[in-house]
């Protein structure tokens, strides 16, 4: 398995290649590079730290980073859902950390959130991946621990409660 390292130097050189920005807050990036890269070593794939995957690639691919989603969310909102990527106007206005919608059709949610019903009864690894809410701005993501920053509002680790539907 790649290092969170080379995973962000692969990002990197991706988003420079075709003109995006990263986040500059290095906290911030290091926390969603480190949730892809604890995906990429549970699922296979790079997965948004900010979602929830089904664990197949197929059904997962709209959220496998850059997400389907990224462009549509940076012209609307100059960041993306899990503020990875960023445009200039986001970060001349001080990268506010309110949350985005949702873009995901409620569907693909719903069947993850499904699938991850059968998996904790029926497999013990599966029991090891928690969603998170930041308790200051509810962001969620699901991974083993808390991030160590809330990508949305920069809140600290202990600032992170276990959420359950």
């Given at each position: ?37 604890a995906n990429e070593e549970r699922l296979g794939y790079w997965n948004c730290p900010c979602r929830r995957a089904s664990g197949d690639r197929n059904a997962d691919l ?104």
């Amino acid at each position: 398995m790649r290092t969170a390292g080379e995973i962000e130097a692969e990002i990197l050189a991706l988003a420079q290649k075709e003109g995006y920005t990263l986040n500059p807050d290095r906290e911030i990036r290091e926390g969603i590079i480190e949730g892809i890269a604890a995906n990429e070593e549970r699922l296979g794939y790079w997965n948004c730290p900010c979602r929830r995957a089904s664990g197949d690639r197929n059904a997962d691919l709209d959220i496998v980073c850059p997400c389907q989603y990224r462009d549509a969310d940076l012209k609307e909102h100059g960041r993306c859902y899990c503020a990875l990527y960023v445009n200039q106007e986001y970060l001349d206005r001080g990268s506010p950390p309110e949350p985005i919608p949702e873009r995901r059709p409620i569907d693909k949610v719903q069947k993850v959130v499904k699938a991850e019903e059968v998996q904790n009864t029926m497999a013990g690894d599966a029991k090891d991946v928690k969603v998170w809410r930041c308790t200051v701005c509810g962001y969620l993501c699901a991974r083993s621990e808390a991030p160590p920053i809330c990508p949305i509002c920069r809140a600290k680790k202990e600032r992170f409660e276990e959420f359950k539907l």
